[in-house]
């Protein structure tokens, strides 16, 4: 037998119809002679031949009932099986394939026409077998197919809700949410301005030697893998993926695939994140930049203030101690005296005015401040 030789089974209780047939078709088959009706069907299921060439007429047991019982056995139930035999009436071969025969061959047989029924019963079961392979390929296809879609989905709806995701929380909780729904369990380590983030899916506390893997792969490949454990690295985020599917070839392949389109439009995320972070940063840093230099500003208007209270308070003293100095000099009436003592009063009276409305200004400052942020203090 060559590696290209189909194997066929014929039964027949007569030895002599056997070894004729044998020699008709060994030059292209490998030919197992059966005798023995009885024991026919657990010969059948060991060698598992690509066709049946079966008599009708023996002891024992009917050709028509051992095709019965092929048909009822699964593992032979689809074997194409050619009846031989010498009943020619049109009721004979009706039985025949009533029993679920394939063919059916009267004898005398002209072996150019056994040999030409073989071979096509044999090219036809073929095709169907080729068939059936196509389509449970096809089946596979359309499900890896569907599979596919869906876990795209999954990414093309992350990627869409990158825009709403304000903070590392938002983040967080939309890449468990896709990784869930693509029936994985993974630790992610997200590096935000503000600090490092590191949660579980599960929502359990991370373990330390998940934190000393996560660590190890800042510096490692894009992808590192041990066993179903799975890190895929970026620069502003590492994924740890615990369950990988190792027994799913191909289902690996598009998750390691779908994994790293993921990371990048995390990437991306986290680039809006510490964007948005840096912006307000720097917007305090200006405020509190302009809120100190307004206090700053009313600090010199204070001082601008005292320095103008204490000229006029110097200036009216002066004055008073001249026109005092003047009265031992002058020869003023008690009335004169009296309406230039009158024009002092009313000065000193005004710095004290004065002296209220520097307080109002002060406690006007103050209220400005607390409206602009509450950031400083009067100034005194």
């Known amino acids: 037998m060559t590696m290209t030789q189909d194997r066929l089974?014929?039964?027949?209780?007569?030895?002599?119809?056997?070894?004729?047939?044998?020699?008709?078709?060994?030059?292209?088959?490998?030919?197992?002679?059966?005798?023995?009706?009885?024991?026919?069907?657990?010969?059948?299921?060991?060698?598992?031949?690509?066709?049946?060439?079966?008599?009708?007429?023996?002891?024992?047991?009917?050709?028509?009932d051992l095709c019965r019982q092929l048909r009822a056995n699964p593992a032979t139930a689809e074997?194409?099986?050619?009846?031989?035999?010498?009943?020619?009436?049109?009721?004979?071969?009706?039985?025949?394939?009533?029993?679920?025969?394939?063919?059916?061959?009267?004898?005398?047989?002209?072996?150019?026409?056994?040999?030409?029924?073989?071979?096509a019963h044999i090219l036809r079961k073929r095709q169907i077998d080729d068939s059936k392979r196509n389509a449970e390929q096809l089946r596979a296809m359309s499900w890896t197919m569907l599979r596919n879609n869906s876990e795209m989905g999954e990414l093309l709806r992350f990627s869409q809700g990158i825009a709403k995701m304000k903070d590392e929380a938002a983040l967080v909780d939309s890449l468990f949410t896709t990784l869930?729904?693509?029936?994985?369990?993974?630790?992610?380590?997200?590096?935000?301005?503000?600090?490092?983030?590191?949660?579980?899916?599960?929502?359990?506390?991370?373990?330390?030697?998940?934190?000393?893997?996560?660590d190890l792969a800042c510096n490692g490949e894009r992808i590192t893998a041990n066993g179903n454990k799975y890190l895929f690295r970026g620069d502003n985020i590492i994924l740890l993926i615990r369950n990988m599917?190792?027994?799913?070839?191909?289902?690996?392949g598009r998750l390691r695939d779908h994994l790293c389109i993921l990371l990048?439009?995390?990437?991306?995320?986290?680039?809006?994140?510490?964007?948005?972070?840096?912006?307000?940063?720097?917007?305090?840093?200006?405020?509190?930049?302009?809120?100190?230099?307004?206090?700053?500003?009313?600090?010199?208007?204070?001082?601008?203030?005292?320095?103008?209270?204490?000229?006029?308070?110097s200036s009216i003293e002066g004055l008073a101690r001249a026109l005092e100095h003047a009265f031992m000099v002058m020869d003023l009436t008690e009335e004169q005296e009296h309406k230039l003592l009158q024009f002092i009063e009313q000065a000193r009276a005004e710095l004290e005015h004065q002296q209220d409305l520097k307080q109002l200004f002060q406690a006007s400052m103050h209220n400005i401040l607390e409206l602009v942020g509450g950031k400083g203090h009067a100034p005194r």
């Open 9 to 64: 089974v014929c039964i027949d209780d007569n030895d002599a119809n056997l070894r004729l047939i044998e020699k008709s078709l060994r030059d292209d088959y490998d030919v197992v002679r059966i005798t023995d009706p009885l024991h026919a069907l657990a010969t059948i299921e060991e060698v598992q031949p690509a066709l049946v060439l079966l008599d009708v007429n023996m002891p024992g047991l009917n050709g028509y």
């Open 264 to 313: 990048d439009s995390a990437e991306a995320s986290i680039t809006i994140i510490n964007g948005e972070k840096l912006r307000e940063q720097l917007q305090r840093n200006h405020t509190d930049q302009t809120l100190h230099g307004i206090q700053q500003e009313f600090r010199n208007m204070v001082a601008t203030a005292d320095q103008l209270h204490q000229r006029s308070s």
């Open 79 to 119: 074997l194409p099986v050619v009846f031989l035999s010498c009943m020619k009436d049109l009721e004979d071969r009706l039985a025949g394939y009533d029993a679920g025969g394939d063919g059916y061959i009267t004898k005398p047989f002209d072996l150019r026409e056994l040999q030409s029924v073989v071979r």
């Open 180 to 214: 869930t729904h693509l029936g994985l369990s993974a630790t992610v380590l997200l590096k935000i301005i503000s600090g490092e983030v590191v949660a579980r899916s599960d929502g359990k506390p991370f373990t330390l030697i998940e934190k000393e893997l996560l």
């Open 245 to 252: 599917p190792l027994d799913d070839e191909a289902l690996l």
